[in-house]
Structure formats: structure tokens, C-alpha cells
């Protein structure tokens, strides 16, 4: 069975400075992994993706994620916050079985940018 | 951008009663899905469905609940008989192929029951 851990609740980062929020996975199959933005009031937006090619994805928004499969990781990292960043962000793994794939999300990190 | 449309964003209904929840996937996405979010708690997969017919469906998804692609470009979400416990924001989602390309994802609809 799949799992996602999203190993922080809430991360507070002050404008311009670097974001990280963890994710980690588990799959009994090669995964695909995900990560979407949900703003307050909003659908979830994908932000990008890994689907088995390069490790360093890079999304939108300047946010990028590397996959580690000896860590069994996903992070979410950004070079500087912007203030629209806040937002609630869902690490999601998907994988395969009988052909048919669902997506398992994370509990969601709480972005919170400071100016 | 194509978008997944859902329709209404908001409803309250009275305990018991029957609700549907619309949804327009984008046009040439062949995989479409239900996904729901309780208040404080995780999104949760309902189900999915391919080819006219459920794919995939989670515990969640009892006889309550039913979908169906009624005219090639609506998807619908029927929930029988309402319960307080089904008081949900329910997302629909759809995609090209399944799995590697992602899902696009609705604004979803925010269902009270009261």
C-alpha cells in the first residue's frame, strides 16, 4: 500500500527567504509522485511532477522537487518565498494496481510567508 | 488553460436528501475522478472512472454513492440519501492518460449537510 508522510503541519518562512517542506513516501510499486498548491478557497493546482525520468523536477512558481529514492523523499524546495506563496501544499504519491491508478495525499503543510 | 468545471462551488442540504454534484472534465481527458476533503482532514480518493464504468473505488464509495458520464461531457457525483458525515468539500479531476500525467484538478464543491 502506498503512504505519504508530510513531516511538518505548518512552516513558517519570512519573504525572501529559502522554502523547504518534506514529504516522504512509501510504494510498493515504481511511483509517481506529485505535488499540489491549494490557496484558501481554491482547487488544487498542480505545482509538478515525477514520473520516473529526471530526479530534479522543476514546477511552477520557481518551486522545484528532487526525487530520492535511497531516502524514499520528495521535498518541495524554493530559492526565495513570495508573499502569494501562502498556501496549503499536498505531497501525493500515485501508483499503479490492477491497471488502475488513485492518488494518496499527504496531511498538507501550511506555507505561512512574513514579510 | 483547459479547467475542470464544477458546479455549484457551494450547496446545503437537509439530512436524507439526494444531492448531485456536477463536474466537466476538460474535453479530451479519458480518466475522471472523484475526490472529497472533510474539514481538517486528508483528500481522500471516492473513485474513478474509465471507459464508462468504475475503475476504482475506495471503502468509502458505499451505495450511496453513484457516478455517471450522462452525455459524454458532464460527470456527476449522486449521493443518495445525505448524512451529517458527508458534509465535504468534493473535488473532481480528470486526466489525459492515467497516472503520469497528472490530474487537473476542479475548485470543487463544498457540500453542508444539515
Known amino acids: 500500500a502506498q503512504s505519504v508522510t508530510q513531516l511538518d503541519s505548518h512552516v513558517s518562512v519570512s519573504e525572501g527567504t529559502p522554502v523547504l517542506l518534506r514529504c516522504n513516501y512509501s510504494s510498493s510499486y515504481s511511483p509517481s509522485l506529485f505535488w499540489y498548491v491549494q490557496h484558501p478557497n481554491k482547487g488544487l493546482q498542480l505545482l509538478l511532477k515525477?514520473?520516473?525520468?529526471?530526479?530534479l523536477v522543476k514546477g511552477i512558481n520557481g518551486f522545484e522537487a528532487e526525487f530520492k529514492k535511497s531516502e524514499t523523499s520528495f521535498h518541495l524546495t524554493k530559492p526565495s518565498a513570495h508573499m502569494s506563496d501562502a498556501a496549503e501544499y499536498f505531497c501525493v504519491v500515485s501508483e499503479s494496481k490492477s491497471g488502475y491508478s488513485t492518488l494518496t495525499f499527504g496531511k498538507g503543510t501550511m506555507l505561512l510567508v512574513s514579510p | 488553460e483547459p479547467e475542470v468545471t464544477q458546479t455549484p462551488s457551494h450547496q446545503v442540504t437537509q439530512m436524507g436528501q439526494e444531492v448531485i454534484l456536477r463536474c466537466v472534465p476538460i474535453?479530451?481527458?479519458?480518466?475522471f475522478y472523484w475526490y472529497r476533503q472533510i474539514l481538517g482532514q486528508k483528500v481522500e480518493f471516492l473513485v474513478s472512472?474509465?471507459?464508462?464504468?468504475?475503475?476504482?473505488k475506495s471503502e468509502i464509495f458505499d451505495d450511496q454513492f453513484s457516478v455517471e458520464r450522462p452525455d459524454g461531457s458532464n460527470f456527476t457525483l449522486k449521493i443518495r440519501s445525505t448524512k451529517l458525515e458527508d458534509s465535504a468539500m468534493y473535488f473532481c479531476?480528470?486526466?489525459?492518460?492515467?497516472?503520469?500525467?497528472?490530474?487537473?484538478f476542479g475548485s470543487g464543491t463544498r457540500l453542508t449537510v444539515v
Open positions: 472512472f474509465y471507459n464508462n464504468e468504475i475503475s476504482e
Open positions: 479531476a480528470s486526466s489525459e492518460a492515467d497516472r503520469y500525467y497528472g490530474y487537473t
Open positions: 515525477y514520473t520516473s525520468a529526471a530526479t
Open positions: 474535453s479530451n481527458h479519458l480518466y
